[in-house]
Structures are given as structure tokens and as C-alpha cells.
């Protein structure tokens, strides 16, 4: 019997543990007569080898209707379960408890509601829109452990928008940190802080270590109160990336402000990568990114290929290690360490208009490690009343600077990048590309 493929043999048969299996051939997909599916070469392909590497497809999940549409909605305690929740505007929902669980919230809404979430393993939950809600929209209350929430709208929310505030110990294994949340495609309008993770230094140890956090493609707009988008108290591995911020932190309810805040975007104590976000129109460090290795080895803070633009105060970015958290460092060196840092090929421009502080690309403290600076462009930086280049960073005695070459600074706009919507720069490989 002939197994290799053919341009006039679409069809034909092999035998597996003496069964005869017949398959069908579509351009480079075999179909099996057992359901099974390949994607091998098609040029002379094996079919029987082939079959070797040939997968049931997918079966879409069948998801169990609940709620009526309107009112609350109390869940009992879900397992290895997935539920569509019946589109309609609700007051509040509780999910005492959910383990490998899919929630399709698509059509829920929740005018002046909320979601309370006890505890969750596996949790993946969608669709949902809270707005004018005064508190808190969505709160998780217990050790939680891959989270996903996505395609969410959150609008007019006085407090925490999404809030976890679990207070485990971590003792060095997966067990006692909170793994694997990851947040995408949510839009926040108008919403205090996005989501809050707490966490902490405590003399029994680190709190409420998150492994493995990812805030992802979001976007937020018109928020003139909601000081940070992010707010992680330990984080270890954190991804933070393509996400677009716009017009926010810029009026405040408060006389005292904005001049008396001081406050990061994303506030991430911890390690991890921020990449490829757009963020103009705002008060605040894109991140504050406060570096802490967890363990013996030593991490890093990658923070590249990000646009920042029209700050009403501050710099770019800001690297530290706040002097309570190096005086725990010094105390407790099994537990934490430094990180390194890489802040590369960023575009910063118009940082400070408040002209009440300095505006470069990074204000930098201590951070116990190195730091690699290179191919970043800025343009319309201030300090001290005066336009500075962009390796003039505001230095509180930092890191080692290890590397530090390509960055390019302009008196205008118009030198360094081609419009102030795409940000295209103007110098090749240098700045966001």
C-alpha cells in the first residue's frame, strides 16, 4: 500500500493496531476517519507517521445558562464548569468559589453593581460592563491562582476598580504566592485605580507575592482621579505591555492637587518587563518601578520600546529601591534582592508642563544594581528652567551605569519624531520603534 501523498491520491487508508483508518487530504490538513487531524509537510508526507502526530480538534465547551437578567445573582460554590451568565442588568453577583471554571459574562451589565469573587483556581471570566458604581467594582477576597479576566468595561467607579487582597506568606514555593493573572483588553473611563494587589515587607516575610502578573493590551482613558492604573506591592515576573493611556490624572477634586500628588501610572514593586504602552496626556512616571529580586537570583527590570508623552509633572520613568525597602534588603538578604535594569529605545517628550519638578526620561535613586541606557530618544524635557539632554538624568546616587550610548535629545517635536499620534522617530533605530 502506497502511504506517501500524491497530487492525484487525496484519499486512501493505513492501518493503526489492525484497525483501517481512511483519511482525507486538504491542501496541507489530513483528516482522519477517527476525527483525528495533522498539519504535516505535504510534500511527501507519511501518512501513518503523520497519524503518529495527529490530534483530536477542539470541542467548544458547553456552558450552562444562569440568572434570570436582572437582580442578584448568588452562585454556589463551581467546579469544572462552564456558565453563561443571562445578558441583563444585575445588582450584584457572588462567586463564593470558583476552580476550573469559565464565566461568559458577554451582555451583563452592572449599572451602580458590583462582583465579589471569594476564591478562584483557574478562573477565566469575560463580558462584563460595571459602571457607576461608588466602591468597588470587582473584589477577590482569598488566595487566588490563575486569573483571567478579559474583554471587561469599567466606567464612572469611585474606589479600587478590581481589587485582590490576599495576606498569604510566601515561603519560597508556588504554593503560597498568588500565580498566573493576567488582565486583557479591559477599558477603564473615569475609574479610580484600575486594579490593586497588595503586598508587603513584614518581619514573618514577603505578603502576598504575585508570580507571573500580565496587564495586557488595555485601554485607559478620561480618568482625572485615578492616580495608578496599577498598583502591585510585590510582583514577581510582571508583564505590562501594549497598553494605551490618555487624558488621565490631569483634574482633581482635591484643592491641594495636582500639586500635591505624587504618584506612578504603574506603581510595581518587584521585576518584570514594561513594553510597547503609549501613554500621553498625564500626571505621573509611566512606572515607578521599584526593583526587588526574590530569592538568590538576581532579576531584571526591562523597560523598552514605550511612548511618553505630555506629563503635567515628573519624568518618564522611575527606577528606585525606597530606603525602608533597602533597610529590609540589609536585614533579610535570603529574601530579597536587587534587580539590574534596562531602560532602552523609549521616546519621551513634553515631560513636566507644571515646571514645579524635573521632567527627563528617568528619575533615578538607588537601586542596589546596574543599569543599561541606550537608544532612547526625548524631546521638550525640562529641569531647573533649562532643556537638558536626555542623558541628563535627575541621579539620587543610583546604579552603576554599565552601558549607556545612542540616546538622542531634541529642542522641539520636530527634530525627533515625525508627528505627536504615531510618534514615528526620526532617527533610526532609536526611541519606540
Not at 477517527?34 to 509537510?41: L, M, W
Not at 546604579?399 to 504615531?422: C, K, S
Amino acid at each position: 500500500m502506497n502511504n506517501q501523498l500524491t497530487a492525484v491520491e487525496p484519499t486512501g487508508s493505513i492501518i493503526v493496531d489492525g484497525q483501517v483508518i481512511t483519511y482525507v487530504v486538504e491542501i496541507t490538513k489530513i483528516t482522519y476517519s477517527d476525527g483525528k487531524i495533522a498539519y504535516p509537510s505535504i510534500a511527501s508526507t507519511d501518512f501513518l507517521k503523520a497519524y503518529a502526530t495527529a490530534v483530536a480538534p477542539p470541542v467548544d465547551p458547553v456552558f450552562v445558562n444562569v440568572g434570570t437578567g436582572s437582580g442578584q445573582l448568588f452562585l454556589d460554590p463551581l467546579a469544572n464548569v462552564n456558565i453563561k451568565i443571562v445578558p441583563g442588568n444585575y445588582e450584584y453577583i457572588s462567586i463564593p468559589k470558583a476552580t476550573n471554571v469559565k464565566i461568559d459574562g458577554t451582555g451583563v451589565k452592572l449599572p451602580g453593581g458590583s462582583i465579589s469573587i471569594g476564591q478562584a483556581d483557574h478562573l477565566e471570566f469575560w463580558g462584563v460592563s460595571v459602571t457607576d458604581q461608588p466602591y468597588r467594582a470587582i473584589s477577590i477576597e482569598q488566595h487566588s491562582n490563575h486569573v483571567y479576566f478579559h474583554d471587561m468595561s469599567f466606567k464612572n467607579v469611585g474606589d479600587y476598580t478590581i481589587s485582590y487582597h490576599n495576606r498569604l506568606i510566601y515561603d519560597g514555593t508556588d504554593n503560597t504566592a498568588s500565580m498566573d493573572w493576567k488582565m486583557e483588553r479591559l477599558t477603564f473611563e473615569n475609574t479610580s485605580t484600575g486594579f490593586s494587589c497588595n503586598g508587603g515587607f513584614t518581619e514573618d516575610g514577603i505578603m502576598n507575592l504575585m508570580k507571573n502578573f500580565k496587564f495586557l493590551n488595555c485601554v485607559v482613558k478620561n480618568c482625572p482621579e485615578i492616580g495608578n492604573v496599577v498598583w502591585m506591592g510585590q510582583v514577581e515576573n510582571y508583564e505590562v505591555a501594549y497598553n494605551v493611556i490618555d487624558n488621565i490624572n490631569r483634574t482633581f477634586s482635591d484643592p491641594n492637587a495636582p500639586n500635591g500628588y505624587h504618584n506612578g501610572i504603574f506603581q510595581m514593586i518587584g521585576n518584570g518587563s514594561f513594553h510597547d504602552n503609549k501613554i500621553t496626556n498625564h500626571q505621573g512616571n509611566a512606572i515607578r518601578a521599584w526593583g526587588v529580586s526574590y530569592g538568590t537570583e538576581v532579576k531584571d527590570v526591562l523597560i523598552y520600546n514605550n511612548v511618553v508623552w505630555n506629563s503635567w509633572k515628573y519624568s518618564a520613568f522611575e527606577l528606585q529601591v525606597s530606603p525602608d525597602m533597602q533597610d529590609y534588603m540589609a536585614l533579610y538578604p535570603s529574601r530579597i534582592k536587587p534587580t539590574n535594569a534596562k531602560v532602552y529605545n523609549n521616546t519621551a517628550g513634553l515631560m513636566n508642563t507644571s515646571h514645579d519638578w524635573e521632567g527627563v526620561m528617568i528619575d533615578l535613586y538607588e537601586t542596589g544594581g546596574t543599569l543599561e541606557y541606550y537608544n532612547n530618544l526625548g524631546f521638550e524635557m525640562y529641569r531647573e528652567g533649562t532643556y537638558f539632554p536626555v542623558g541628563n538624568m535627575t541621579n539620587m546616587g543610583g546604579p552603576t551605569i554599565i552601558r549607556e550610548e545612542g540616546n538622542h535629545y531634541f529642542l522641539t517635536q520636530q527634530q525627533a519624531v515625525l508627528d505627536t499620534v504615531n510618534f514615528q522617530s526620526l532617527v533610526p533605530g532609536v526611541g519606540a520603534q
